[in-house]
């Protein structure tokens, strides 16, 4: 089973819709969870990290499920700009790694 | 502030030639990592490194090597290059155990074998 899984997608939306990805984990000890952005064949980028109590960043929120062991990751009112493919990141910080999902890709159409 | 840097950016090697990929941060971070990742797909851990003399096995670590000297490098050595290794690499540190146990990558180097 892998650590992290998420929706491959691709998600093809319009400009200003809100769009949601989600992403589950495996390991209960996982203690820190991000959102990266990824640009084709680029270097992933931090997003946002997720908190227990979730937390928002602009037109972005994240939150996080403990008990049902999974991500979420809302962007409303879709940019142009937000087309990337969005990597769930999990750390287990007892084993020193990071575990990242396959990413889901997301395209804004005009 | 560089933060990581990775050299080359792209390489072309013959099946079974080597080579080193260049990682260097300046950020005194103790922890660095080495990722593949194939079109489509997400990134895999080759090896990582908690500290400067410390290194350990990742999820795919075969026909690969590492060493750590010093806290700013973490060489990636591809010995018997296989086509199997073209591939897009990233390399990364984290300040972890400090709070922020984030990552932060190098631009990546593009590998084909051919």
């Known amino acids: 089973r892998k650590e992290v899984e998420q929706d491959p997608g691709p998600f093809n939306v319009p400009e200003g819709a809100t769009v949601a990805f989600n992403c589950t984990y495996s390991?209960?000890?996982?203690?820190?969870f991000f959102w990266y952005r990824q640009d084709c064949r680029k270097e992933p980028k931090l997003l946002m990290s997720?908190?227990?109590s979730g937390n928002e960043d602009g037109r972005f929120t994240a939150q996080l499920n403990r008990a049902s062991q999974y991500i979420s990751l809302l962007i409303r009112d879709s940019k142009l700009s937000d087309s990337a493919t969005y990597l769930c990141?999990?750390?287990?910080?007892?084993?020193?790694?990071?575990?990242f999902g396959s990413g889901t890709k997301l395209n804004v159409k005009p | 502030n560089a933060g990581v840097t990775q050299t080359p950016k792209f390489r072309i090697l013959k099946i079974g030639q080597s080579m080193t990929l260049q990682c260097t941060q300046d950020?005194?971070?103790?922890?660095m990592y080495w990722y593949r990742q194939d079109p489509g797909m997400g990134l895999k851990l080759i090896y990582y490194?908690?500290?400067?003399?410390?290194?350990d096995k990742g999820e795919v670590p075969n026909g690969y090597n590492v060493s750590r000297s010093t806290t700013e490098d973490f060489p990636l050595r591809l010995e018997l290059a296989a086509p199997s290794q073209t591939s897009v690499y990233f390399c990364?540190?984290?300040?972890?155990?400090?709070?922020?146990?984030?990552?932060?990558f190098g631009s990546g180097t593009q590998l084909s074998v051919l």
């Open positions: 997720v908190y227990s």
């Open positions: 990364a540190s984290s300040p972890l155990g400090t709070g922020e146990e984030k990552l932060f």
């Open positions: 990141v999990v750390n287990l910080y007892n084993f020193n790694k990071f575990y």
């Open positions: 950020m005194n971070h103790n922890y």
């Open positions: 390991n209960s000890a996982s203690q820190s």
């Open positions: 490194s908690v500290g400067a003399g410390i290194t």
